[in-house]
T-cell receptor, first 112, second 115 residues
């Protein structure tokens, strides 16, 4: 059973619009939560990393939120651009562990 | 500063053949990782290393071996390739443990097909 669930699985949005991606996790004990962007045919690139004490972090037009009590996170993309077309992966780090638990990703397609 | 590089980028093997995937990083990172990514699944950890000369098993280590003879290099070996090992392989490195809020930097990936 995957410990990190993402929704929606895929999303098509118009250029310039906003969108929000969801991540629910059951990983425990929790250390930090990451969002990665993965362009087709490339390796993942880190967008944000949040520890359990942080509830929001921004990176340009990307804003991640974290509710450690409900074990939920979201990634909000503002004023989407064609270059935002990618898979967005939610990743949770276990406390005291070298391993990461990866979600399957949210596939976002931005159309003009 | 090239970051994390992987060779080769693509490879086709026949069942039973062997090969080695090379990962190199120029950021002086202690930790290095090998993942595989399959359609419809999240990345899964194969093996990792916490420093030169060390290796440890990850989530899906069977059929793979690794070596970290030099700090900057992490090799992934397939002794006898099987069709189930058809996947995209990613190497990553980080300065410290993932349990801390340290970024993992990923390479561009190696697409391996086993026929």
């Amino acid at each position: 059973k995957n410990q990190v669930e993402q929704s929606p699985q895929s999303l098509i949005i118009l250029e310039g619009k906003n969108c929000t991606l969801q991540c629910n996790y059951t990983v425990s004990p929790f250390s930090n939560l990451r969002w990665y962007k993965q362009d087709t045919g490339r390796g993942p690139v880190s967008l944000t990393i949040m520890t359990f004490s942080e509830n929001t972090k921004s990176n340009g037009r990307y804003t991640a939120t974290l509710d450690a009590d409900t074990k939920q996170s979201s990634l909000h993309i503002t004023a989407s651009q064609l270059s935002d077309s990618a898979s967005y992966i939610c990743v949770v780090s276990l406390y005291g562990n070298n391993r990461l638990a990866f979600g399957k990703g949210n596939q976002v397609v931005v159309i003009p | 500063n090239a970051g994390v590089t992987q060779t080769p980028k693509f490879r086709v093997l026949k069942t039973g053949q062997s090969m080695t995937l090379l990962c190199a990083q120029d950021m002086n990172h202690e930790y290095m990782y090998w993942y595989r990514q399959d359609p419809g699944m999240g990345l899964r950890l194969i093996h990792y290393s916490v420093g030169e000369g060390t290796t440890a098993k990850g989530e899906v280590p069977d059929g793979y071996n690794v070596s970290r003879l030099k700090k900057q290099n992490f090799l992934l070996g397939l002794e006898s390739a099987a069709p189930s090992q058809t996947s995209v392989y990613f190497c990553a490195s980080s300065p410290h443990s993932s349990g801390g809020a340290y970024e993992q930097y990923f390479g561009p990936g190696t697409r391996l097909t086993v026929t």
